[in-house]
């Protein structure tokens, strides 16, 4: 059984982890501005599941896989630059082309961008294996330490996102205007290559 000190210590680091502006900070929050709270919201629902196949890959053993081999690390990095890239250059360019009353019916894509964005990102598995860890008894059960945490885990990350998209909603509310709703559409896809940058620039 998971210690109750460790289960508070373990909320506590995580969410101050979560809050630090990442790659899925960047998703959500670029979701939030161009296509509204539904979409932003469908994005951390796929970075949760997302985050729930990580910290099981990292018990089956794929974080030590990745962590001891450099090329395959790379590889799965790279793919997690280029999507986050490849969507706001695409945002950026629906932007240009269409107005806003034709940019929410790709909120359905908004679920699978949270997903990729969350599970190509090979630190995350790294860091799952090493952190979850720190927070483990050895010597008691390791899977219901592990079914305690990881809802515990999606829980932080699903109250973190949500923030963020409520501020970005919020501010995207605000103004109305087809000039300002396509302004923030070129800010969410700024914020996309930038996370693309982010995440190219970790290791």
């Keep these: 059984m998971l210690d109750f000190e460790y289960w508070v210590a373990f909320i506590v680091a995580y969410t101050v982890i979560s809050i630090i502006p990442g790659p899925s900070v960047f ?7 161009t296509r509204g709270t539904k979409a932003a919201f469908l994005c951390i629902l796929g970075d949760v599941l997302a985050g729930v196949v990580l910290v099981a890959l990292s018990l089956f053993g794929v974080g030590a896989i990745l962590a001891a081999s450099a090329t395959l690390f790379q590889l799965v990095k790279w793919a997690g630059v280029f999507y986050m890239a490849f969507l706001g250059i695409s945002q950026i360019r629906l932007v240009r082309q269409t107005t806003s009353a034709t940019v929410n019916p790709l909120a359905r894509s908004s679920m699978w961008a949270g997903f990729l964005t969350g599970v190509l990102n ?5 860091f799952y294996m090493a952190f979850l860890s720190q927070f483990m008894d050895p ?3 390791l899977l219901l330490q592990f079914l305690i945490l990881v809802p515990t885990s ?8 949500s923030s963020y998209a409520l501020m970005a909603a919020r501010a ?4 109305q205007s087809e000039t300002a709703r396509r302004r923030f559409g070129y800010t969410g896809g700024g914020f996309l290559i930038g996370g ?8």
Excluded: E, H
Excluded at 122 to 126: E, Y
């Design 27 to 33: 998703m959500v929050t670029s979701q939030a501005l």
């Design 122 to 126: 090979p630190k995350a598995i790294v």
């Design 139 to 141: 010597n008691g059960d």
């Design 154 to 161: 999606s829980v932080i990350v699903g109250v973190v996102l």
């Design 172 to 175: 995207r509310r605000v103004f």
């Design 196 to 203: 693309s940058f982010l995440m190219a620039a970790k290791g």
